[in-house]
């Protein structure tokens, strides 16, 4: 590893176990333990910023980088043209703050990073409507109009497979055997209706994908540290998943007024009801993760060790940090042709 490189790799765990600017009235006894295994990953994972020239910078994971047929990456707002978020940022979804000519620009400079562009022409860009579901098209060419669905899967070599995100998870599932690929669109919606679970049986249906030997990356997105949610998404979690209290942490709302003077508010308290209110955090990465291995993926081969965006808008865009006003960011997979 190059000195640079080490640095980076240095300056990103730094990021990543600092964590949140949210202060935990307790500590995340299941977050902690969810911990665990990602942070031993985090070695593995390099940050690559190959083209200080144009700030433009992505993030990979070292062992999908490994695999000399594979292109993958996730893409961060360094580096292209977009103005209406702040600075020159790589926003790769047309959105409604931003211009198409924009938006065309930085995804032509995000295909040339990648080294999908030969002899000036890109590899097609295959995009979905993206609507939370858990709709996932098989494809060999690049369609007429973009699919309305939220996972992609090929084993076409020269198709470039994206997914759009700002906070909700990119997941690429890669198929070390039969050279077949995917990524998926996981925010709670489409993870309660199991898309990265489906994912792998797509691939098994598809391309005879062995699970076993899946490599899976799940990429950037808002983590347990800042994913407040409501009740009614716990819920729809309970109804499906037998492991779905472990996903969920609960944090009670301080209030210095109640705490100095707690019995003004004795009185107002009906018995047996807790003294403060409380907040409720989803750990989307770790629901994610237990798909996957409830799929038959190796827990050893699903790499989950990127930073969260709602902590980090200086590297990735946000849509709950941001309120809306943001850029999207994209995860992409797809199998270099012989
Ligand atoms: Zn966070």
């Known amino acids: 590893m190059t000195k640079a490189r080490r640095n980076l790799t240095h300056a990103f765990l730094l ?38 020239k144009t700030k433009l910078q992505l993030l990979h994971t070292e062992r999908l980088a490994k695999l000399a047929w594979l292109v993958h990456a996730f893409s961060t707002r360094r580096g292209g043209v977009s103005r209406p978020y702040g600075g020159n940022v790589l926003n790769l979804g047309f959105t409604k703050h931003d211009s198409r000519a924009a938006v065309e620009r930085n995804r032509a400079l995000f295909l040339k990073k990648l080294g999908v562009v030969k002899r000036g022409k890109a590899w097609p860009l295959v995009t979905l409507r993206q609507i939370h579901s858990d709709l996932i098209h098989h494809v060999e060419s690049l369609p007429p109009h973009p699919l309305v669905g939220d996972g992609l899967i090929t084993n076409t070599p020269g198709l470039l497979l994206a997914i759009r995100t700002a906070d909700c998870l990119p997941v690429i599932l890669v198929d070390k055997k039969n050279r077949a690929v995917g990524v998926f669109h996981a925010g709670w919606r489409g993870t309660v209706k199991r898309i990265v679970e489906k ?115 200086d590297l990735l865009f946000s849509h709950r940090t941001e309120k809306g006003v943001t850029g999207r960011l994209m995860g992409v997979v797809g199998v270099r042709p012989k």
Not at 26 to 41: D, E, I, Y
Not at 246 to 260: G, I, M, N, T
């Open 15 to 52: 990021s990543r176990t600092k964590g949140c600017k949210r202060k935990l009235a307790q500590p995340p006894a299941a977050s902690t333990r969810a911990l665990g295994p990602r942070l031993s990953s985090i070695i593995r994972t390099v940050v690559t910023k190959t083209v200080l």
């Open 199 to 313: 994912g792998v049986g797509e691939m098994q249906r598809y391309f005879d994908t062995d699970p076993r030997n899946v490599v899976a990356a799940i990429g950037p997105g808002v983590q347990d540290c800042c994913y407040q949610v409501g009740e009614e998404v716990r819920q729809k979690f309970e109804a499906q998943f037998g492991y779905a209290a472990e996903l969920f942490r609960e944090v009670k709302e301080s209030d210095p007024v109640r705490e100095k003077y707690p019995l003004l508010f004795l009185t107002a308290r009906a018995p047996g009801h807790s003294e403060f209110p409380v907040s409720l955090f989803l750990d989307l990465v770790e629901a994610n993760r237990r798909q996957l291995i409830d799929a038959g993926v190796p827990a050893k081969n699903i790499e989950a060790s990127f930073p969260c965006t709602a902590c980090h808008t």
